[in-house]
């Protein structure tokens, strides 16, 4: 047994999000066997990822607040507390919190045998998207 030291808190970059978003991080991956990787993921009113996939796929688990999904195509679904949402490999996906109020996930998903493969960020989602997902 391993005893892990907690990372610090990280706020996500603009790049990849809209608005204020910050991860703690709860499982990574500490040797090559290890795949897992789940992290709590927190969102200010408003933010939201880019359009992204995950090369395993991802599981979304809403811990407070509302989430909004949306896989590219497909409308958008709200995600309330207790309420799990599973993005398949390859989809590619955006989720963020609504206007009103803050949203915490348990973001959970395998790393691919190349970790920099694992998630594959693409454009943001445009202020007229979200609008659309409210």
């Known amino acids: 047994m391993q005893k892990l ?3 610090a808190t990280t706020k996500n970059p603009p790049e990849q999000f809209t608005g204020d978003v910050w991860l703690d991080p709860i499982a990574l991956p500490q040797d090559p066997s290890q795949r897992m990787v789940v992290a709590l993921v927190r969102f200010a009113p408003g933010a939201r990822t880019a359009w992204h996939s995950h090369a395993k796929g991802q599981t979304l688990h809403v811990v407070s607040g509302v989430a909004l999904v949306q896989s590219r195509g497909e409308s958008v679904v709200e995600v309330h507390p207790g309420e799990t949402v599973y ?16 949203m915490e996930h348990l973001a959970m998903l395998e790393n691919a045998d190349d970790a920099a493969t694992t998630t594959t960020w693409l454009e943001h989602v445009t202020d007229e998207e979200y609008a659309a997902a409210r």
């Open 5 to 7: 030291t907690k990372p």
């Open 87 to 102: 993005c398949p490999p390859g989809e590619e996906h955006w989720h963020g919190a609504t206007t009103d109020d803050f």
